[in-house]
């Protein structure tokens, strides 16, 4: 006994939702990556995969019965042959017709879903459905793959590879601490996730990659090893790279050039699910996105892959800058190059010149069955998620958002624009929607409005706040002079309309929460000596002591905080009363933006 307190007492237990590991006290040692911050991204990840489960269940579900269907009506039809009660001549020949051809509709069914069952994997066409099997691209110390285990009973087995030592050792010791329920389902596995999952296509219905960086990597083979219908839940943390001022390493990351704005954070969502679209389509398969969340220092997306030739030739429609588009002629539908230039060389508003970026996914990004479902299923498992007040406030944001209309503004930055005060949002959200047009919130920027109006419609409702609340005189040649030069088309009207505010602003639910504490975001990459460079992230003071050799315990909690899951605060700004005077100098929102 006292041999094993001697070898745990440089270890602490973290306890997570149902899962516990022990972890090195010493910042210093650092040998095997755990941030406490991720608990968001951990518990996101359980909710989807409960609400994965589900459907997967009822699509099986659903799928038997239309065989069932399918099998009793050719049965059925072969019953009753011409010399039957409806083999008579005369009156009835116009129903033996129609029988003949309902005959010969569910027999091409009966086939189509025989030939489905041939190709397809026998659990998705076999009686009973198989208990799903998840893989863990980079399992670290384990955490994840535990909380999996023991969270979610139905599942066959966790397996979790990494291709350090030290971290499977760490995971395999974890695994035993966590027990029989543990052990039993999960297999962890020293290798590289990139040649295992080649290794292993269409095996399993989960695979979860979050990476220390870019995901870009692990994207070919993950798109081979999720299973026909299954989930791939995936991360970037490397925002700089997707957000940042040099386009040219995204673009040889993801493939897509990214444009500067307030709206980036959703560009980079949008970067990576049409990245991941393109892997794909290599291999005949392609993405039906599920949800795609932008929080704390990183992106998440969870889609589904599927198998289809026919539908990777529609990708280019899915994509802007206008890559595609269907010509309709009959009831055939063709696929075809779209026509140039989409916009003008210069803004019809204010006469600057447009950059371009892209290509980005420009299909919604959500399904709002699968939000509503989770944000419902984990309201009635409140105990069981840690951080279930940031997961709840984010799944409520993203429930109401305009999930067709790609990208969003500021308003403090169109105002910023005009050299004017900005109106309240409540305000600006009723001329649009007097206008006829839609408008939402995003769940990325509390500032960010989404809505279908084009921009003509946004100057206009602008150039009418103006008149009644006057700028002064700018120069000539500013962006706010050419806006403000014009006529409005369209008189504004600001009176408040009844859908200004949605449902959840209406009942003061908190959508946007302030971070639970200091240096809350990304940590030191395993196996990284801590440096004057890392005061950033863990503090100057903290930084200096470690450097020293003179850490306290508070120290290393702020280095390493284990109960990152008491978050308090309502919104960052109440929409009704927001300040006036705040300004913001990046320029418009678009596909196309001024630079």
Partial sequence: MEDVENKLKDYEIVREGEAEIIINKKIAANEVFYNPVQVHNRDMSVALLRTFIAKREEEHKAMMDKRDKAHNKVSQSKSSGPNGENGSTG?????????????????????????????????????????????????????????????????????????????????????????????????????????????????FDVVDIDPYGAPSIFLDSAVQAVADGGLLMCTATDMAVLCGPNGEVCHSKYGSYPTKGKYNHEMALRILLASIESHANRYKRYIVPVLSVSMDFYIRVFVRVFTSANEVKKTPQKLSYCLGRTITKNNSVKNAPAIGPVVPQECSACGKKFTIGGPIWSAPIHDQEWVVSTLTEVKSMKDRYPAYDKITSVLTTISEELHDIPLFFSLHNICANVKCTSPSAVLFRSAVLNAGYRISSTHVNPLGLKTDAPWDVIWDIMRCWVKNHPVKEQPHDSVGTAILSKSPKLEANFSRAAAALSRAQAKKVKRFLPNPERHWGPKIRAGRKITSKHASLLGPDVVNRVINGAASTEDEKVAEPNNPTTETGGDATNEEDEPSTKRQKNGDVGLATEP
């Fill in 91 to 203: 009156q009835h020949d116009e129903m033996d017709v129609d029988a003949e051809k309902e005959t010969n509709k569910v027999a091409d069914e009966t086939e189509d879903l025989s030939t489905e069952a041939t190709k397809t994997p026998s659990r998705k066409v076999a009686r009973e459905l198989k208990a799903p099997v998840v893989l863990e691209a980079l399992a670290a110390s384990g955490l994840r793959s535990i909380r999996y285990a023991r969270e979610i009973d139905v599942l066959e087995k966790v397996v979790a590879l990494d291709i350090d030592k030290a971290c499977i050792e760490a995971c395999k010791r974890n695994i035993k601490f966590n027990g029989a329920s543990a052990m039993s389902k999960i297999e962890p596995h020293l290798t590289d996730a990139r040649v295992y999952m080649l290794t292993h296509p269409k095996e």
